[in-house]
Nanobody, 122 residues
Framework: QVHLVESGGGLVQPGGSLRLSCAASGSISIIHSMGWYRQGLGKQRELVASISRSSGTTSYVDSVKGRCTISRDDAKNTIYLQMNSLKPEDTATYFC???????????????WGQGTLVSVSS
């Protein structure tokens, strides 16, 4: 069993910053990639940023490029999303996503966090 613990969401004014973190724990054999998705009210869930475990390659949705940075601490199975110059349209619930193989298994599985709310408002 794998658990994801997210933290760092909250209320921030436009132009402000937040740092989200997501720590994975449990019976993890291999992590393929970790990332952040978000879902605003009445909107579809979208990938915000992801990072490959093996290469460290990152990818971002166009709307956050230049404002957000995803990073990782492999020793802690943790990723971070530093979000700067936040805009009201960044308001959403942010979900951590991990693609991994659980100990004793050979298949990649997808695990989701419970979500953390980011509200950008004056």
């Amino acid at each position: 069993q794998v658990h994801l613990v997210e933290s760092g969401g909250g209320l921030v004014q436009p132009g402000g910053s937040l740092r989200l973190s997501c720590a994975a724990s449990g019976s993890i054999s291999i992590i393929h990639s970790m990332g952040w998705y978000r879902q605003g009210l009445g909107k579809q869930r979208e990938l915000v940023a992801s990072i490959s475990r093996s290469s460290g390659t990152t990818s971002y949705v166009d709307s956050v490029k230049g404002r957000c940075t995803i990073s990782r601490d492999d020793a802690k199975n943790t990723i971070y999303l530093q979000m700067n110059s936040l805009k009201p349209e960044d308001t959403a619930t942010y979900f951590c996503n991990v693609i991994l193989i659980i100990m004793g298994d050979s298949r990649y599985q997808e695990v989701w966090g419970q979500g953390t709310l980011v509200s950008v408002s004056s």
